[in-house]
């Protein structure tokens, strides 16, 4: 089993960064993809950015790219999302995921969220 737990949220102004951490607890999880997903209000759940556990920190939505950064630190067991010229539209609860041993497509494990909110 495997607990993920989000922090750095926050209510931040447009154009603004913001560094969302991700902790992995219960078990190593070099083996695991892991990432991130959101959810505006309103709207159902989108990928984010995502680690891939062969593949590395490549992989990102066309709507973040260039402006959001994936990173994991495996001795820390933790995924980070720095996330730089915020856009009111970047508003949503963010969610850490993990897969073992594959893509971020059929996540074994979410984290509970971190609220995101960016004003105009």
């Known amino acids: 089993q495997v607990q993920l737990v989000e922090s750095g949220g926050g209510l931040v102004q447009a154009g603004d960064s913001l560094r969302l951490s991700c902790a992995a607890l219960?078990?190593?999880?070099?083996?695991?993809?892991m990432g991130w997903f959101r959810q505006a209000p309103g709207k159902e759940r989108e990928f984010v950015a995502e680690?891939?556990?062969?593949?590395?920190?490549?992989y990102y939505a066309d709507s973040v790219k260039g402006r959001f950064t994936i990173s994991r630190d495996n001795a820390k067991n933790t995924v980070y999302l720095q996330m730089n010229s915020l856009k009111p539209e970047d508003t949503a609860v963010y969610y850490c995921?993990?897969?073992?041993?594959?893509?971020?497509?059929?996540?074994?494990?979410w984290g509970k969220g971190t609220l995101v909110t960016v004003s105009s």
């Open positions: 680690c891939n556990w062969s593949a590395g920190c490549t």
């Open positions: 995921a993990s897969k073992y041993g594959g893509r971020l497509r059929n996540v074994d494990y």
């Open positions: 219960g078990r190593t999880v070099s083996m695991y993809s």
